[in-house]
Nanobody
Framework: QVQLVESGGGLVQAGGSLRLSCAAS????????MGWFRQAPGKEREFVAA????????NYANSVKGRFTISRDNAKNMVYLQMNSLKPEDTAVYSC??????????????????WGQGTQVTVSS
């Protein structure tokens, strides 16, 4: 099992930026694909972004393309989500997740087997 702890959430005005971090511990982190998902009140969890085990491949939801950037530092067991040009509709609890799938970058939550508790991001208009 991989333990994941998110940080960096908070309250920001529309147009602002936040950087989320996810610290991983436990079994081998370097060989696993990492993803970020979010869930707003009353809505289903949705995919945000994911990065391959070596950082060379990424996948983004259409709603965040060009605004969010996912990255990882395998030496530090960290994954990051840089969020720019934030909108009120980005308000949600953001969770990082990991999957042993490493032949492609999954976007479905059922592909991921370990999850963090999440961090709240609130964007005011």
């Amino acid at each position: 099992q991989v333990q994941l702890v998110e940080s960096g959430g908070g309250l920001v005005q529309a147009g602002g930026s936040l950087r989320l971090s996810c610290a991983a511990s436990g079994r081998a982190f370097g060989g696993r694909t990492m993803g970020w998902f979010r869930q707003a009140p009353g809505k289903e969890r949705e995919f945000v972004a994911a990065v391959s085990w070596n950082g060379r491949a990424t996948n983004y939801a259409n709603s965040v393309k060009g605004r969010f950037t996912i990255s990882r530092d395998n030496a530090k067991n960290m994954v990051y989500l840089q969020m720019n040009s934030l909108k009120p509709e980005d308000t949600a609890v953001y969770s990082c997740a990991t999957t042993p799938v490493n032949t492609y970058v999954p976007t479905t939550s059922t592909s991921y087997d370990d999850w963090g508790q999440g961090t709240q991001v609130t964007v005011s208009s």
